[in-house]
């Protein structure tokens, strides 16, 4: 039993782990996304 759930947990942090990895890029991907509009509309803004 106690072996059962010792396992339970280790898939629980590989999953909390990919979903936190996905997060982190998803929001990386967003923050990137975003510093480039904002910079493209200044440069349209400017010139």
Do not use: P
Request: aromatic residues 12%; glycine residues 4%; hydrophobic residues 55%.
């Amino acid at each position: 039993m106690v072996r059962k759930l010792y396992k339970r947990i280790e898939t629980n942090k590989v999953g909390l782990l990919w979903i936190s990895a996905s997060a982190v890029l998803l929001l990386a991907f967003l923050y990137m996304f975003g510093l480039n509009a904002t910079v493209f509309n200044t440069a349209k803004i400017i010139t």
